[in-house]
T-cell receptor
Framework: DTEVTQTPKHLVMGMTNKKSLKCEQH?????MYWYKQKAKKPPELMFV???????INESVPSRFSPECPNSSLLNLHLHALQPEDSALYLC??????????????FGDGTRLSIL | AQSVAQPEDQVNVAEGNPLTVKCTYS??????LFWYVQYPNRGLQFLLK??????LVKGSYGFEAEFNKSQTSFHLKKPSALVSDSALYFC?????????????FGAGTRLFVKA
């Protein structure tokens, strides 16, 4: 069992829909991340939150909107997505963003399909 | 900028034989190196890391990695492969050795262990 929980596991949505991905961790970690992963490729960083504040936005299109309501939760709001946005979306956490030796803990992801 | 390279897309090994998954790195300053494994339909799992100290690092599931500064390599090894080791393996380096936000992943190596 992973310590980072992501819901839903699968999501199919149309290009005009609005949906949200959710991520939760109870390890007391203060850094949380969103990644996008295409099949057989490495994860691509999208956003980093440090102490509930957005630290990095990797030039992600505005149709993706992150939110960190508290230190345990991370959401990714989706609106007007394109077919090329179909991918596995991974959430991860680490103790903090500082400390280069800290590994990241990943959830099992949400597999998103855009019709 | 930090980077890692995994020269092999795929590694095939027979069960019971030793396995090696290769990784080379390019960093400025001290390297902070990681190995992660991804099983089908799962997120990434942390295996081991090198920060400083002994060049042979031991990790989860019987895996170890050898840090070689002169060859700028960090190869993942296991003395006796199991069919259940079949998965996608990512070498990674922490960007900004003073404590940065990003993890830079290699392209990944798919390991097939045949019974």
């Amino acid at each position: 069992d992973t310590e980072v929980t992501q819901t839903p596991k699968h999501l199919v949505m149309g290009m005009t829909n609005k949906k949200s991905l959710k991520c939760e961790q109870h390890m007391g970690h203060r850094a949380m991340y969103w990644y996008k992963q295409k099949a057989k490729k490495p994860p691509e960083l999208m956003f980093v939150y440090s102490y509930e504040k957005l630290s990095i936005n990797e030039s992600v299109p505005s149709r993706f909107s992150p939110e960190c309501p508290n230190s345990s939760l991370l959401n990714l709001h989706l609106h007007a997505l394109q077919p090329e946005d179909s991918a596995l979306y991974l959430c991860a956490s680490s103790q903090t963003t500082g400390g280069a030796g800290q590994p990241q803990h990943f959830g099992d992801g949400t597999r998103l399909s855009i019709l | 900028a930090q980077s890692v390279a995994q020269p092999e897309d795929q590694v095939n090994v027979a069960e019971g034989n030793p396995l090696t998954v290769k990784c080379t790195y390019s960093v400025s300053g001290n390297p902070y190196l990681f190995w992660y494994v991804q099983y089908p339909n799962r997120g990434l799992q942390f295996l081991l890391k090198y920060i400083t100290g002994d060049n042979l690092v031991k990790g989860s599931y019987g895996f170890e990695a050898e840090f070689n500064k002169s060859q700028t390599s960090f190869h993942l090894k296991k003395p006796s492969a199991l069919v259940s080791d079949s998965a996608l393996y990512f070498c990674a380096v922490r960007d900004n050795p003073t404590g940065g936000f990003k993890t830079i992943f290699g392209a990944g190596t798919r390991l097939f262990v045949k019974a």
